[in-house]
């Protein structure tokens, strides 16, 4: 069996409880090089084979897989954050259904989400921004025709980047061409959650010029929009004059 674990952002107790039970079940870890906190490989139980996956093709990742299973051994694929955003599990997750090697996806606590906590942030607020991009910038790797930055930016929500922390310069010119403003807040989250964490707050225009000052060139998010300000219309959720389903409010 193959066991896809989110590893979380980085803080070593920000793992699931089901996901630090399954690496210290494992009798073979493969983990994302160096954006895995170390802490969590030194929970492995004895005799337990550990790979770091950024020195391996996906060919050899799998054949370690293979290798494990046929054995009658369990294996951890431990994946930063949550598997699902940039972890490239779907293309494992093909050569296992080839090879009829079955496998369960543990979640994880996103890096954008362990920012969030760092910054004292709340991504909607209501009459602010209620939609959140996910995305990257373009470099080396290709995104979809209609995703570019420059687009998305017409929708002016907030905008989490990954991957894009040697593109700043290019971040700030597609977001000033798609429709954000110059003064429009940003915050640089260095390995949120991480003991060397970082946290930077500056705007659209000045982005490259902080990140160049810090010396920051990966492992960091973008993140772009008003929500960055902290100011907010009172939630109707909780607002004395709102009817809900359980309680009656003063309208009217």
């Not at 690496?23 to 084979?49: F, H, M, T, W």
């Not at 017409?154 to 700043?168: N, P, Q, R, W």
Request: proline share 5%.
């Amino acid at each position: 069996m193959v066991h896809f674990v989110g590893a979380g952002p980085g803080a070593e107790d920000l793992i699931t409880v089901r996901g630090r039970r399954l690496v210290r079940q494992a009798d073979v870890v493969i983990y994302a090089g160096s954006l895995v906190n170390p802490g969590l490989l030194c929970q492995v139980k004895e005799g337990c084979r550990i790979y770091d996956s950024s020195r391996m093709t996906l060919e050899e990742v799998v054949g370690v897989m293979k290798e494990a299973e046929a054995a009658g051994r369990d294996t951890v694929r431990l994946h930063t954050g949550d598997p699902s955003l940039y972890g490239a599990v779907r293309e494992q997750m093909d050569c296992l259904e080839e090879a009829d090697i079955p496998y369960d996806v543990c979640p994880g606590v996103s890096s954008f989400f362990g920012a969030a906590a760092s910054l004292h942030l709340e991504y909607t607020l209501p009459e602010v921004s209620q939609t959140v991009i996910l995305t990257r910038a373009e470099g080396r790797t290709p995104v979809p025709e209609g995703e570019g930055l420059r687009s998305l930016a017409a929708h002016k929500g907030t905008m989490v980047l990954f991957l894009s922390a040697s593109l700043a310069t290019k971040v700030k010119e597609e977001l000033l061409a798609g429709g954000y403003g110059p003064q429009t807040p940003v915050a640089i989250a260095y390995k949120a959650t991480w003991p060397q964490e970082r946290l930077i707050r500056t705007t659209l225009e000045r982005l490259p010029e902080e990140m160049e000052r810090n010396k920051i060139r990966k492992t960091a998010l973008i993140i772009v929009g008003e929500v960055l300000h902290g100011t907010a219309a009172r939630s109707k959720l909780y607002d004395p004059g709102f009817t809900t389903e359980y309680r009656k409010g003063r309208e009217g």
